[in-house]
Structure formats: C-alpha cells, structure tokens
C-alpha cells in the first residue's frame, strides 16, 4: 500500500464530496426551477467523482469506499476550507462554483498523467464530465457580470471571498512531496496554484471582471488575492474577536471551519445511526 497515494485520493474525495454536499443544499432553494435541476445534478456527479476517488482509496488500502466517506471523525477529513464554507447567497455559491471548476480542471489535467492508472483513468472520465460545469459556472459568472449593478456589485463581493481562500485549495497534500516522487501526483500544488492565477485572470477578463478581485500571474501567497482596498479579506468565523487565516489554509491537515462540524453531523448522522446499511 502506498500512503502517499492513500491520502492524496483520500483529499481529493474529501473535495468533492464537501462542495457536493454544499451544493446539494440549494435544492429547492435555487432561484428558479431549472437551476433546482442543475444544481442538484452538479451536486450528484460531486460525489459520484468523491466515491471514484475514495474506491481508489479502499482498494489501495483494504476498506469500504462508505466507512471512508461517512465513518470518519470530522477531524480526519481533508478538504480544502472553501469547499465547507456556507453556501451564503446566491453570488457566493456561483463564485465558488467557477472558482472550484477552473481549479479542478488544473488539477485533473495534472492526474490525467498520474503513474497510477486507475487514478489517471478517472481524472479523463471526471475531466469529461466537469467540462459541463465549467460552462454552466462560465455562463452565470458572464450573466451577472453583464446585467445590473446590483447583480455585478454582489458577484465581486463574493469573488473576493472566495479569492481569500483559493490557495488552501492548492494547500500542499499530506504526504505531497512522496506523491509526486512516485508519479501519483505529476504537478505540484504550488505549480498547480500559478496555473490556476493564469486561468482566472482570463476568465475574469473574459467575463468583464478584470478589477473585481486582485489576481496576478506572479507574487507570494499573501499577495495572490486582496480586497478593493488592497486588505486581504479577513473573517472570524469562530468569533474569537481574531481574524481567520486569510488563505484558507489547514483544511488538508484536518483543521477546519466551526461550520464543518454541524456540515459533518448532517452529512453523517444516517451512516453513524445505521453503521454498515447499504442501499
């Protein structure tokens, strides 16, 4: 067994299905009934990629794809702190959603050339699949961005929101540098993180946006993103009276958000009362 491989599939899993849950959160909520439809899709194949990733994982290591998903403490779960983030309003989710999509395909462009074959197989097969949300991400960001001040005001807010955390998307993996060493992980997450600057600035420009978030193609982590005002976007989601990390950071080492916990407990709470169902 390769423990390198373990907990990179592991992460990876844990990514997709957070967001999937969060996702998920918005049917029947939605604005209208065919984004009800769309996002509950989006949120499906989420964690139809999660139980990919975490089969990878179970095989690797000798367990059940479903104690790995739902029979682990919230402390051992290592998504990204954007991906359990709230949902908020309706311009933060579409924020994210773009966000995540374009980081995602960099991502799974770099596994496509995974030594491990069955994980290279599945970045192809899920690469297919999130090329539909990049353009459902692209068409809203587009939408808004086009439409009313109130409407473009509000998608800039949340984009920088969401800028704050991107480079705890690209946080190291545990067992990174071993992962990259055996091939399991062709492209390192600080290459990833410089790829993924390069493609947002373009969206953004593409999409009208050039302004709305402080993105360059070059600088140190404390400069990737910034508020209007230059500050780095500051939040205290524990309400200690001291500002989170503006990075989004811990999340891949098992240090998350207050909101997690009550995430958790909802996402978990029928596997922990019926431990071993299936269905």
Known sequence: MSEALVALVTALGDDEL???????????????IEEDVAFSSIAQDEIGHA??????????AGGDPDVIAL??????????????RPNSDWAYTLARHWVYDIAE?????????????????????????????QLHASMWLKRVAGGPVEGRTKLSSALSLVMADVPGLFEPFELEDEAVKEGFLPVPSGEQ???????????????GLPDAVGIGASGTRAELIASSSGDLIAR?????????????????????????????????VTYRDNPGATW
Not at 193 to 207: H, I, N, P, T
């Open 51 to 60: 139980a990919g990733y975490y089969s990878i994982a179970a095989a690797a």
């Open 18 to 32: 957070i967001l999937g849950h969060r996702h998920s959160e918005w049917t029947g909520y939605a604005p209208h």
């Open 71 to 84: 029979g682990r403490p919230a402390n051992a779960y290592r998504n990204a702190i954007l991906c359990e």
């Open 193 to 207: 993180l410089e790829r993924f600057k390069a493609s947002a600035a373009e969206g953004l420009e593409a999409a």
């Open 105 to 133: 395909d960099i991502r799974l462009e770099a596994l496509e050339g995974s030594a491990h074959a069955d994980l290279a197989g599945l970045a192809t097969k899920i690469r297919r699949e999130e090329r539909y949300h």
């Open 236 to 268: 205290d989601e524990d309400g200690d009276g001291a500002a989170d990390p503006p990075d989004g950071a811990g999340g891949r080492y098992g240090r998350h958000t207050p909101s997690f916990d009550e995430l958790w407990d909802v996402m978990t």
